[in-house]
C-alpha cells in the first residue's frame, strides 16, 4: 500500500516578500555606484562642450583644440607607448611567475598568491616610495654599483623611473590574470604531445602558450588601461619631467582651472578604452575558439 508524499508547507507571504526584495537589495549598493559614475560623466560630457569656463554648452572647440595641436597629442602618444612599453613588460615579467604559481605545491602556491593579494591592500604612493629608496640616486641598486666599483646609474625622476614603476604596480594583475588561465588548461593535453613525441618547448609553444593568450590578453588590456590613466606614477617617480595625459588633465583641469579642456582630455582616453575594449572583444568572438574561448553569444 502507498502513500502520498507529503506537499511541502506552503511559504508564508511575509517570507516569499522577503525573498522577492532579496536581489534588488543586494544589487542596490551597484546600482547606487553606476548611478553616480553615470552622473559624472553626463557632467563631464556637458562641461566639455562649454567654449571656456561659464560659457553654454554645444561647442567642440575643445575637442578641437586637442586634435588638432601636435603639442596636445604629444601628451597621449606619449602615455600611449609608455603604457604599452610597461604593458609588455609586465607580460614578459609576469608570465614566469604566473607558470611557476601554477605548478608549484599547493602550500607554497597558497603564500605566494597571499602576498600577491596583500599588495592590493598596500598603500600605493607608498609602494611607489619604495621604489625610489631601491632604485634612486642612492637607493639599494647604486649603493651595490658603487661597492662593485661601477658608476651608480640615474633609474628615477625620468622615463626609465616611470616605465619602472608602472611595469612595478601593474605587476600583481598580469599575474593573477595569466595564473587563472594557466590552471584551467587541461595537463593531459601536454602529456599527451610528449608522448607523441613532442619536447617541453615544443608542448609548451603548441598547447600551453596558445591557451593561454586569454589571459595574456585580458591581463595585458587591464595593465594597459591602468598604465595609460596613471597619475601618481609620473608624479611621484618622473619628478615633473614626464608628463602623462593624466597628469596634463589635473594641471589643466585643477590648477588651472580648465575645466572644459580636462573635461574634454577625459573623454578622448574613455574613448581609446572603449574602442580597444570593443575591438579585443570582436577579436575574441570571431577567433576566440582557436584558443579555447567561447562567444558569450554561443552556447
Known sequence: MTTAAAAPPAASPRAAKAVSWTPYLLVAPAAVLVALLALALAFLFVESLRPAV????GSLVQYQSILGSAQELSYFWRSCWLALAATALA?????PVAWHLD?????TRTWLMAFLVLTFFSDYVLRMFGLVLVFGRNGLVNQGLVAAGLEPLRMMFNTTGVLIGLVAS???????SIT???GRIDASQVAAAQLLGASPARAFLSITLPLSVPGLVSGGIIVFLLCLNSFVVPALLGGGFVDMVASHIYEQGVNL???PFGAAASFIILVVAMVLLGVCNALF???????GVVPANTR
Open 257 to 259: 582651472f580648465n575645466l
Open 54 to 57: 561659464g560659457a553654454p554648452a
Open 285 to 291: 568572438d570571431r577567433h576566440g575558439r582557436r584558443f
Open 180 to 182: 587563472g588561465v594557466l
Open 170 to 176: 601593474s605587476l600583481p594583475y598580469t599575474i593573477l
Open 91 to 95: 607580460l614578459v615579467l609576469g608570465f
Open 103 to 107: 605548478r608549484a605545491p599547493r602550500r
